[in-house]
């Protein structure tokens, strides 16, 4: 499986490095014409953020200080002050970065991080230009570098970041002690991974893409991860003349419990206005008066057996038998956690031989039983937040929080399942290492019962016949465009509840060169 076409391309490290040797070897770019386009580039953002005033750029001795002494050079060139500050003695620098602290001029052109960045007159600076560490570090900083991070982060000067925020693997979004936290990061070719993937995510502040005048052509068609795009909307099911609510997919969602109630009510409802035919919720007996309850005629409800509120083991036939025509079962929304809850839940997703959306509880009855899933036959998509793939995993969530990529991809290899793990930069796996990576953007969507809507999204999608990660995909991005639209609609992100995200739904899904067709 190769990267969808409606995500686009984060290289990584690696990757970005065989492009630049593409480009400097085999399409004879000069390497210091690229650093001077980049360097080039950063001190415009920077002219930008702060059109006066005095400058502190901090360089390393890697290209990425290279690139930061073009910075400085243009923006002396401009009128600006600016102080440079090196991590090593100036000749330590080679190649490239050498040349370009050559061509700085000034006598001195720059001074030692060592004489004590503490102490220095870089904190009456407008700007602080990190230009530390590049692409290429993973690891924890060290010694000057470790101590100028931990300076600048604790000073009120804002910090355009070269390429990626110093202390941040650009490869994998880790922080493995401490990264610069920048306002702006100026990245160049393409983003990386790193900037959109948490903690690295939280570093970066806003990111901008520069061309530094690789060529088209540049090598990368085995890049694995990607950021999703609007276009993702454009590959949706629609209904057309001949649709019927059979060809529209049926979801079945399956959970609840006394006092869980609301969960598997707005994944039905989130289902239904993600565009499936019907939806039946399948829910414990004693508490489907309740659940079938609230003014939506359109919702079926169907009992079954269950034991002090929850659903019982007894009840999985009931449920094979109603999933016998097709269509998508969504397992887990206010399940519960008892052992016959688990116990059905278990049976079920072992039995089951439709698309599966497993959420909630019907995750935590898989706790660190993740394997057992592997021997489904037909698409299965997991969506936990960290807690729920920590027990999963059966590890801290703070783990998962600090390689959220490899754990994300860990699982889905694991399970054979597409793996959504949620957070503002929700990761969608397939078990062949594909990853796509959500922009985020949507603080509304951090209320009671959003996963729940999610869920009830991509049940929709499955049933409507995409792909297990193009629905998931297609979802979570419906689902942040939602929350967005919700807000907008009660007015801020802080009064946003569920079931305005539900309402959302149908705006969100239709693709902006379909707007005002329809």
Known sequence: ?????????????????????????EQGVPSLDLMERAGTGIARAVEALAPDGPLTVLCGK???GGDGLVVARRLREAGRPVTVLLAG??????????????????????QLL???????????????????LGTGFAGEPRGVIAEAIDTVNTAEVPVVSVDVPSGVDASTGIVATRAVHAALTVTFHAAKPGLWIHPGKAHAGEVRVLDIGIPRGAPGNDVAIGLISSHVLEGLPRRGASSTKFSSGHVLVVGGSRGLTGAP???????????????????????????????????MTRGLPDTDGALSPTGVAAVLEAAARGGALALGPGLGRSHDAFDFARSLAQSAEVALVLDADGLNAHASKLDALRTRKQATVLT?????LARLLDCSSAEIERRRLHHVRTAAERAQAVVVLKGDDTLIADPSGIVAVSPGGSPALA??????????????????????????????????????????????????????VIAALPAARVPASARGAR
């Open 114 to 132: 060592s004489g004590g960045i503490e102490n220095g007159d870089w904190r009456q600076s407008n700007v602080v230009v990190d230009a530390l």
């Open 89 to 110: 003695a100036p000749e330590e620098l080679r190649g490239d970065a050498r040349e370009n602290l050559l061509r700085l001029g000034a006598e001195p052109p720059a």
């Open 62 to 64: 890697g290209n990425n």
């Open 265 to 299: 009510r707005m994944s039905a409802l989130a289902a239904m206005r993600a565009g499936a035919g019907y939806v039946t919720a399948c829910v414990p007996s004693s508490q489907q008066a309740m659940i079938a309850g609230g003014g939506t005629p359109e919702l």
């Open 1 to 25: 499986m190769g990267l969808p076409d409606w995500c686009t391309p984060l290289p990584d490290a690696a990757t970005m490095r065989a492009i630049d040797r593409w480009a400097i070897d």
């Open 447 to 500: 209320t009671a019962g959003s996963g729940d809507v999610l869920t009830g999204v991509i049940a929709a999608l499955l049933a409507q016949g995409l792909d297990p990660f193009a629905a998931a995909a297609g979802a979570v991005w419906v689902h942040a465009e939602a929350g967005r639209g919700a807000a907008r609609a009660v007015g801020a992100p802080e009064g946003v509840i569920a079931s305005d």
């Open 384 to 388: 936990p937040h960290a807690g729920e």
